[in-house]
């Protein structure tokens, strides 16, 4: 039984930068392709950014391209999101997910817990 644990949320301000850090466990997710979602309150879950399982092509949200980094540590079984220049939009509870298929997407095979992100203004 695979395991997806996400850490890296908090409080900054608008501008600041986080890093969130999703290790897994349990079960190789090497041949999985991984991605990060979020869900604000009253809002359905979107996509954010995805990685293949390879780490060479990465997808990303027009609302967050140029700003977050998606890159993944196949050695370390861990994926990371580098988000930069944020904004209070991007406050959200951030999922971690393992996707069978070819691009992540909301019926990921695993997901984490999420993490609360909050970015004041």
């Known amino acids: 039984q695979g395991q997806l644990v996400e850490s890296g949320g908090g409080l900054v301000q608008a501008g600041g930068s986080l890093r969130l850090s999703c290790a897994a466990s349990?079960?190789?997710?090497?041949?999985?392709?991984m991605g990060w979602f979020r869900q604000a309150p009253g809002k359905e879950r979107q996509f954010v950014a995805g990685v293949s399982w390879s780490g060479d092509t990465t997808y990303y949200a027009n609302s967050v391209e140029g700003r977050f980094t998606i890159s993944r540590d196949n050695a370390k079984s861990t994926v990371f999101l580098q988000m930069n220049s944020l904004k209070p939009e991007d406050t959200a509870v951030y999922y971690c997910a393992a996707d069978s298929g070819v691009v992540p997407t909301t019926r990921a095979d695993y997901w984490g817990q999420g993490t609360q992100v909050t970015v004041s203004s």
């Open positions: 349990g079960r190789t997710f090497r041949s999985y392709a």
